[in-house]
């Protein structure tokens, strides 16, 4: 298959790499990002280790799916700008956040966009230089529930390239499965300014934000079982990273808090609840965005335990 | 005039400092605080300076007032143990958080309660050993407005002390206006891991808790103006002191975020309200006691300003 990855970062990298094992791919990114591949090849450390090369430039040829993994604060913009480039091709979002499907669909049209969540970790090193950090899976499904031709053809290109994939007939549920986790590990983490792994000491906090999530989900009609404890499952399996939140924090970067814990506290006000949790963590790293807070070195003990 | 200073941490020991200076005053806390005033006298450093030596051993005598200076949770069992001990004599609260003099009639009688706050900032250094870092006002009132003989008195044995001193006819709004400052300071700085003077950047977030404690205040029928500026005030006036609760927090110690955070959002409660901010704050706040996080050293830098 012919595929095109559209706003890649770490994660678009990967699968760009990953992908252009088996199949042809075109990664459209910065600039810079791009000069580098052209240049070195696109260079991957970690899990999966070698020197990948993409297609850099479009030769005009027809493809078959544009996976976009921009942040999801670009979804609107990228997906004008890729449709206006690459015409009507279908759309696999695998980003955060609740709404990048909806607005995908109100550019491209319902029937362009397919949803996927996936959980692989991946860290941007450079310019053309990416850390597989940590295996994840990747589940994708048509937003109606239905198992279609191209959502199988997918899967199984995907699996070719030992990206571990799965169909599924409840995205929107996987969608919000993947918010609530998100919700509670970004947000936390970003606040207390902490590793992941930290949160195993503020578990009922973890709990309370995963309760609320799934009570808003349900509202919507989403029954998200044992969000907790997947939430859990997560960050105890990645104990020692820091959140891609806290990252853009360091940074000094934009987050995507608006699009998943925003996301959760509209939804909820939507339905006359006001989700505390989800607006108090929202309005509180929007202000740390808007501050710059840089955490040089922290040195945090607990007085208990490891 | 013959006052007891019940609790005397660091506020109270500053109080039974100034007031031993013009009057009979007994001083009561923990016995190693209580025995290294005996050995030394009580010390005091920073804006006041000198040894003092209030009473440290009751001689049986009758007492006026009895000045509540503990830990807003302790008060109903440090009042129980006052009365048994001494008798019924009036009390007058100095501390923090919205129940205290409720906590005090229920043992007392509403007749024996006066209500107070001050803003001096102390510092408990070590046993027998305290810093005076900040002048602060004193406000006394009758719980009901009077003007009685009993709070002219006191007052005049204040300010004859040298401790400035007003009487309010409203101090109910002064001790709710004193929490929400408390609410938004104490609630932001522990969250933040930060000295008070960092808050000035995170101006949206304290409006926020100041305007969210002043709606609940106004349910209850207090109007609170200004909560917000003032808060501001004290946040430049105290720009490079750490807050009590994260005193507490970095301590190991229990904090008063239930007394301050906590009532506010069951007042709201009550009133059918959902104070996020103050739930959200007493919550993670009451983690934070449990996980009994230290910071042991915060380097937190800020992209932007000075």
Redesign the interface.
Known sequence: MKFIIYGAGALGSLFAALLSRKHDVLIVGREKHIEAIEKNGLIVEGITSGVFHPETRWDGSQYDLIILTTKAYDTSQATKEARKKFGEIPFLSLQNGLKNEEKIAKIAGEKNVIGGITNHGVTFLEYGRIKHAGYGETVIGEMDGRVSDRIRKIAKAFNEAGIKTMVSEKIKEEIWRKAIINSAINGLTS?L?CKNGELI??K??VK?ICDEGSMVARKEGFTIENAFEKTMEVIERTADNYSSMLQDIMK?KKTEVEEINGEIAKVANKHGI?A??N???T??IK?ME???????????????GP
């Open positions: 606040i300014k000491k503020y009922n906090l309370e000094g006001k505390c949790y607006i108090v963590l309005k509180m202000e808007n501050v710059g807070t840089q955490v040089g070195l922290l040195v945090i003990k607990s007085r208990r």
